[in-house]
């Protein structure tokens, strides 16, 4: 308990001895100009709507507009698996309904109750399966819409290298010259 005590108070007597050090404050120098360049955005003009109304018309349209064509073959594609499944579950339902109507129409003695019951479960599972793709679709177009909107947004926006937000350690002194240590946000406009 001694030795913690002693540790402490030799502690406290060393910062508060650093303390006692006079700290001169050198402000930096700012030099000011008379004007700032302001860079203009002379690129293409890519208006929201007729991205949306491309869009809505041919899906794919808005995108090739925006002048991104990458997107043309994901869209594309994404229609593509969809239609796929659209028609994989359409045959599967049909194919369960035909063989529930063809036990529902024997006598009814020689029907088999177990198979009516799973047949039904089945058409029932491909049809919502169906459907549920079907939805997926008009989804997909309406992301490519939303898509194309925003892209059409955004295009207008300034993204160069040189627009940061920089992160700096800070040193410093307050004005009764007690020293800091800190971090300093800098965002570099109109150079």
Not at 53 to 76: C, E, F, H, M, T
Not at 88 to 95: A, G, R, S, V
Not at 97 to 119: F, G, H, M, V
Request: proline share 4%; net charge positive; hydrophobic share 45%.
């Amino acid at each position: 308990m001694r030795s913690a005590l002693f540790a402490f108070l030799f502690l406290v007597l060393v910062f508060s001895a650093n303390a006692q050090n006079r700290v001169i404050a050198v402000q930096d120098d700012v030099i000011l100009g008379d004007t700032v360049k302001i860079k203009r955005n002379t690129g293409k003009y890519y208006d929201p709507r007729k991205a949306a109304r491309r869009s809505a018309i041919i899906p794919g349209w808005g995108q090739i507009y925006n002048d991104s064509w990458w997107k043309v073959p994901v869209l594309y594609g994404g229609f593509g698996v969809a239609v796929y499944f659209v028609f994989l579950n359409d045959q599967y339902f049909h194919e369960f309904k035909t063989l529930l109507a063809q036990e529902n129409s024997k006598d009814p003695q020689d029907r088999n109750e177990n198979l009516i019951r799973t047949y039904s479960r089945k058409a029932d599972t491909w049809r919502n399966n169906r459907d549920l793709v079907v939805l997926t679709m008009v989804g997909i177009y309406g992301l490519q819409i939303i898509d194309a909107t925003v892209d059409a947004h955004l295009k207008g926006f300034n993204v160069d290298e040189d627009l940061a937000l920089n992160l700096k350690p800070k040193f410093g002194v307050i004005s009764n010259g007690t020293p800091f240590i800190g971090f300093k946000l800098t965002l570099p406009i109109g150079q």
